[in-house]
């Protein structure tokens, strides 16, 4: 059981706008910043944003990150069929002296 | 263009150990952390250890404190993990990446498949 908390699945038809969630604590994400990655299968991760609401060159300005206190959100606009993936929040934990990923949420584009 | 390219993995009998590899191109390796992440199969994303350019410095997660042992060698552009003692848990698949911040890694590596089985 993973210490940051995402919901196990989430869907959407293409055009709407998703939410996923990532729930912490104090020790992670109240007091670090989240990070998303995105990961289609048997593929390696891939940043989609960082410092809670930055994103990478090259990922789409439909994916937007934001936190606010110990939780933390991605939304995706515009849905397309291509985003169908697993996305997973990251944050360091001060009194684990680690880093935590949430349980991960697959995204299914209906 | 960064290249993370994992190698070493393969079934290995429950108590045994293996070492795995990563080799970095693309990128000044002396100047970043690294860190192994695994994932079982079917399952999510978990962190394995993290360690400083010079490697002084390691983090481990506490699933495999004190079994496995990050290090790397600089003058080769490689990062490695030695995995003792492994259990059928171990199983999965190992990542390496590159840490520009405390949970943030920006390159992954395609990774290696581990298989503990008797």
């Known amino acids: 059981q993973s210490v940051l908390t995402q919901p196990p699945s989430a869907s959407g038809t293409p055009g709407q706008r998703v939410t996923i969630s990532c729930s912490g604590g104090?020790?992670?994400?109240?007091?670090?910043?989240v990070h998303w990655y995105q990961q289609f299968p048997g593929a390696a991760p891939r940043l989609l944003t960082y410092?809670?609401?930055q994103r990478p060159s090259g990922v789409p300005d439909r994916f937007s990150g934001s936190k606010s206190g110990t939780s933390a959100s991605l939304a995706i606009s515009g849905l397309q069929s291509e985003d169908e993936a697993d996305y997973y929040c990251a944050a360091w934990d001060d009194r684990l002296n680690g880093l935590l990923f949430g349980g991960g949420t697959k995204l299914t584009v209906l | 263009e960064v290249q993370l390219v994992e190698s070493g993995g393969g079934l290995v009998q429950p108590g045994k150990s293996l070492r795995l590899s990563c080799a970095a191109s693309g990128f000044t390796f002396s100047t970043y952390w690294m860190t192994w992440v695994r994932q079982a199969p079917g399952k999510g994303l978990e962190w394995v250890a993290t360690?400083?350019?010079?490697?002084?410095?390691?983090y481990y997660g506490d699933s495999v404190k004190g079994r496995f042992t990050i290090s790397r060698d600089n003058a080769k552009g490689s990062l490695y993990l030695q995995l003792d003692s492994l259990k059928f848990e171990d199983t999965g698949v190992y990542f390496c990446?590159?840490?520009?911040?405390?949970?943030?890694?920006?390159?992954w590596g395609l990774g290696t498949l581990v298989t503990v089985s008797s």
């Open positions: 990446a590159r840490r520009v911040g405390r949970a943030l890694c920006d390159y």
């Open positions: 360690i400083k350019q010079d490697g002084s410095t390691k």
């Open positions: 410092y809670n609401d």
């Open positions: 104090n020790s992670n994400v109240g007091n670090n910043a």
